[in-house]
């Protein structure tokens, strides 16, 4: 069902390491509001969706939430990847860097690991919905957090497109709901 391109959907081409900002930016990895509980969201509501056309669009954000994912992991990854002990050893990434060293993991910004907890599927369209459209928003709210503390401008252009497309999200749930 699914083809995977061998490319992100949008460049990321992180230039400095910043331990600070890995470990704000991994929340949209793996926090409440990020892309893995969204694409898992979706794609799991998909299969009690009783329209066809919602039932594609739910697989289609779904499938690029995933995509977003494999982004959001690529920034971590850049801004860490060259990571010298001296500019670990005082960092907000300490910690993180304790239990994963440089590895992707799905944790938000607190430590707290990914749960299927902040995540909804309650198999009624009018109920997921809602909820994806609430879900689009605080995923928005926290891109917004991740401009106001980011001082990189190529950290900024990926985090500007991928909040762009949660506005998008949420238009389209919108418009789901609007045809029901």
Known sequence: MFVYDKKLQYPVKIAAVNPRLAAIIISQYGGPDGELG??????????AMPFDELKGLLTDIGTEELGHLEMIGAIVHQLTRNLKDSQMK??????????????VYPTAASGSPWNAASMAVKGDPMADLVEDMAA?????????????????????????FLREREVVHFQRFGEALQSR
Do not use: M
Request: proline content about 4%; glycine content about 2%; charged content about 30%.
């Open 38 to 47: 969204a694409s898992l969201r979706y794609l799991s509501q998909r299969y």
């Open 90 to 103: 005082d960092s907000a990434f300490a910690p993180y860097f304790v239990d994963h060293t440089a590895g």
């Open 136 to 160: 689009e928003q605080k995923a928005r709210v926290t891109y917004d957090n991740i401009l106001r503390l980011s001082d990189d401008p190529d950290v900024n252009d990926v985090i500007k």
